[in-house]
């Protein structure tokens, strides 16, 4: 299947989703940290190909985000799990699923709870400011310019408006 | 281009990944948070086809996450805003681009900075515990089993391991 790749991007949500926004990936990287770190067990789970499981494998293991490791020498077999990206991937995912408790419920319910194992309690991931710790709301922000912005596939129009220098490719921007 | 649902998965992730989680819908919730409203904007901003935004944007106004506005009656135009779902959504972007930022840096740097209004700080949006404010990281956090916790799609083995009932298609889960 051919899609436009986000790799030229000068976006880091765009970077983001080249590495981990392919259809299944994200449910493989939650199955890893849910405790499957076999291929087989991963495959039944989601119910997806062997093929394309593979594939998704090779592009998060180039990618950084799963290692494998070999748990058996003779026939040589390999289990997946997370690298330091790969974990700091874990808490966006579950920013992501109480996005989806409250706005996309599952028959039910919500089909997971979280306990955060320093305070003890069961709580709800919330995105929160690094400088005052409080959750942050869409328009309680304020997204500004950053050293790498620049115009380029998928901020033609955004760059325009924000006055950015054009982006040549190949050029390598200081 | 056909791909497998997750709308009968029991998962608060698969059920987000099934309204946001397509090539481009991403990005196309960032441009209208980015201000952004009109659809040639969109369309020029990201290089996406007219049919395949058109498309995108059919899925996200059904699943509740933009709403067209008219603008202009004659000829009719309509400009293209968050909902309230599309507004919470925007947090857990602003968690991705700060992976993004730091495990898949654009060339020169990060393209945008955020700014909280409400502390007037920039800042780096953290996923955070509810319960006790501190950032979560994968480690610290035990995943159990929910209200709406069942095999099914998606979690065949996961729900064996964690004894939970079976999923029968068409039974309400209560």
Request: glycine share 10%.
């Amino acid at each position: 299947m051919h899609r436009t790749s986000f790799a030229e991007m000068h976006c880091s949500i765009g970077q983001s989703l080249e590495r981990v926004g392919e259809w299944w990936t994200p449910l493989i990287v939650r199955d890893i940290y849910l405790g499957l770190h076999r291929f087989d067990d991963i495959a039944e789970n989601l119910g997806i190909s062997r093929n394309l499981l593979t594939r998704r494998f090779d592009t998060l293991v180039a990618d950084g985000i799963v290692e494998r490791r070999v748990y058996q020498q003779r026939p040589l077999r390999h289990e997946y799990h997370l690298t330091a990206a790969g974990q700091e991937l874990v808490p966006v995912l579950m920013a992501l699923m109480a996005w989806g408790d409250k706005w996309a419920t599952p028959a039910g319910g919500p089909p997971v709870r979280l306990e955060h194992d320093e305070c003890g309690q069961q709580f709800t991931p919330e995105v929160c400011c690094s400088a005052c710790g409080k959750p942050v709301t869409a328009d309680a922000v304020t997204a500004l310019s950053g050293p790498g912005a620049a115009a380029g596939p998928g901020t033609t129009v955004l760059a325009r408006r924000h006055d950015l220098p054009a982006y040549r490719p190949g050029t390598p921007t200081v």
